[in-house]
């Protein structure tokens, strides 16, 4: 006597061996499930590396320009260590944590050898990083007067708003990540409990570090039109990306992975 192996399990458990997701029901809608979900994360972890690229840019080269032309760096270790939190923790967790929305399952697939850094994320990053060295800029090597501040807490006083202002364009710049190439960037974004948080978060420490935490991080208070000079400067840079989005930098191809479309209604000649 012998048994017949059954073919169809031993199938079943190659497959899920060689298998890089495996769907636990045979439900069609957890497919589109995790297509949907997939698309989601992906997506999520372009918005992050877009933001983080812009913050280590400018981080970079506000310090770097400085040091090399007036020998010293508008931001300290401990003021950098306060925008490394808000890089790599908590922008990390408000745009990992935005929900799918329907309009991934419209989005066409993405290639394997698809570069992840897409043109519109170059074009954000880019132009982003110049609005912002150039405001930092300005106010490094002309804001005393452009301020008019006066004492000998002028340099104590413009390095807070330098600070201040940077950190504000850091939070509205997170915004903007929330969609790469749409102008409306607020969709969906009061439905993000997390990202709102997160938001909250990152305003109400800077108020503390900058009115009340002055020994530690090298701050002083700030008065309120200094601190609405510094919202604003960072306000400014979502106008800046609605403009930029404006400007097209996908090629629109006629067909997508050389497939051809499908026609939309029947051919010519047949009623």
Known sequence: MFSIPNYSWIC?????????????????????????WGRSVYINIQKFVQFQLTVNVVTLMINFVS?????????????????NMIMDTLGALALAAEPPNDGLMKRPPVGRGTSFI???????????????LAVLGVLNFSGEKLLGLTGSDATEVLNTVIFNAF??????????SRDIEKI???????????????MVCTAAFQVIIVEFLGAFASTVPLSWQLWLLS???GAVSMLVAVVLKLIPVERITKHHDGYEALPSGPPEGIV
């Open 12 to 36: 079943v458990q190659v497959a899920k061996e060689n298998a890089d997701v495996i769907i636990l029901d045979d439900n069609f809608k957890t497919t589109v499930n995790v297509a949907r």
């Open 67 to 83: 040091a090399c032309v007036s020998g010293s760096a508008p931001l300290t270790a401990v003021q950098l260590l306060w925008v």
């Open 118 to 132: 897409t043109k519109a994320m170059w074009r954000n990053i880019i132009d982003q990083s110049i609005y912002q």
């Open 167 to 176: 950190v504000f364009c850091q939070v509205f710049n997170q915004i903007n």
């Open 184 to 198: 409306n960037i607020f969709r969906g974004m009061f439905d993000s409990w997390v990202f709102l948080i997160v």
């Open 231 to 233: 919202i604003l400067l």
